[in-house]
C-alpha cells in the first residue's frame, strides 16, 4: 500500500463519520445518506493526490457531498410533488408543525445551510465555501429558510446577525 493509499485510508476514517452525519441531517435517511457520502469519497479517491494537497481536503469532500444531497432532495421533492398532484389534487397540503417536518418543506439549498449553521455550528465563509456559492448566498437561504421555519411551526422570526 503506498503512502497516499494509507492517508486516504487515514483521511476516510476520521472524516466519513462527519460527513455522513451532515447528509443525513439533509436527507433524514441513514442509508442514502452513506451512499451519497460513499459516492463523495469515491470522487475523492479519484482526485486524491491533487486534493491531499488542498489546506482544507475535508472542505472538499463535504461540499461535493452536500451537492449530490442537495441533487437528491431536489429529484426527491420534484417526484413527489408529481406523484402527491396526481394521486390527491391540488387541495391537499397541510404542514406538520414539529420541525423535523418544517425542515422536510425547505429547498435543498437552505436544508443545507441550515444544517451546516445550526447543526455544524460552522461559520457563514465556509458554508459558501462547502455548497460553492458565495456568503451573501448562505446569508439569504439562512434569512428565508428562518422566515419559512418560523411560519410553519408559528413562532416569531428573531434578526440573527452573522
Known amino acids: 500500500m503506498s503512502d497516499a493509499d494509507l492517508e486516504f485510508a487515514w483521511f476516510f476514517r476520521a472524516e466519513f463519520p462527519a460527513v455522513a452525519r451532515a447528509v443525513f441531517l439533509i436527507l ?54 408529481v406523484e402527491r398532484e396526481a394521486a390527491a389534487g391540488p387541495d391537499v397540503l397541510v404542514p406538520d408543525v414539529d420541525l423535523a417536518s418544517a425542515m422536510r418543506q425547505l429547498p435543498p439549498m437552505q436544508r443545507a445551510s441550515v444544517v451546516l449553521f445550526y447543526f455544524e455550528d460552522r461559520p457563514v465563509l465556509e458554508i459558501a465555501q462547502i455548497l460553492g456559492v458565495s456568503d451573501g448566498s448562505v446569508k439569504v437561504h439562512l434569512h428565508r429558510a428562518r422566515r419559512r421555519l418560523a411560519e410553519l411551526l408559528g413562532e416569531e422570526v428573531d434578526e440573527v446577525a452573522y
Not at 493526490?49 to 452536500?66: E, F, G, N, T
Open 28 to 81: 433524514e435517511d441513514r442509508g442514502r445518506s452513506e451512499e451519497v457520502a460513499q459516492d463523495a469519497f469515491i470522487q475523492l479517491l479519484v482526485h486524491w493526490r491533487k486534493v491531499s494537497r488542498y489546506d482544507r481536503p475535508d472542505a472538499w469532500v463535504r461540499r461535493v457531498a452536500i451537492r449530490q444531497a442537495v441533487r437528491v432532495l431536489k429529484r426527491d421533492r420534484m417526484r413527489a410533488v
